[in-house]
């Protein structure tokens, strides 16, 4: 049997069109959010009757980084070992994610609803 090739993930994009994001994120947004995060639920599930998303910018963002924190880093030292993704990737992705943060603060829209 083959073993499956892990999915290299070089920046944010790699990052949120991976599988392991989208197992991430519909779990997130499944029944659970309406435990963890009611508002938002809510808010999503009035939004997808005219096909919108109803999460904000900055509760994407907060996904990103929570999915990001999920993520096991692997310590140059030791390579061999098992993780998912390299600390100097982990930082430009961290870095990628504020700066986008930083541009919805400046133009207002962090609060803005998805559309």
């Known amino acids: 049997m083959r073993e499956k090739k892990k999915e290299e993930i070089k920046n ?19 029944n659970q959010m309406f435990l963890d995060d009611p508002k ?14 109803g999460s904000t910018h900055r ?12 993520l096991r880093v692997i310590d140059p030292e030791f390579p061999e070992e098992n993780g998912d993704i390299l600390e100097a990737i982990c930082v430009a992705i961290t870095a990628e994610i504020d700066a986008c943060e930083e541009w919805h603060e400046k133009n207002g829209s962090l609060e803005k609803q998805l559309g």
């Open 12 to 30: 944010l994009d790699d990052l949120i069109r991976s599988e392991g994001f989208q197992y991430f994120d519909s779990d997130r947004r499944g």
């Open 40 to 53: 938002r639920a809510k808010r999503c599930y009035d939004a997808a009757e005219f096909g919108s998303d």
């Open 59 to 70: 509760e994407i963002i907060q996904d990103w980084r929570d999915y990001l924190g999920t």
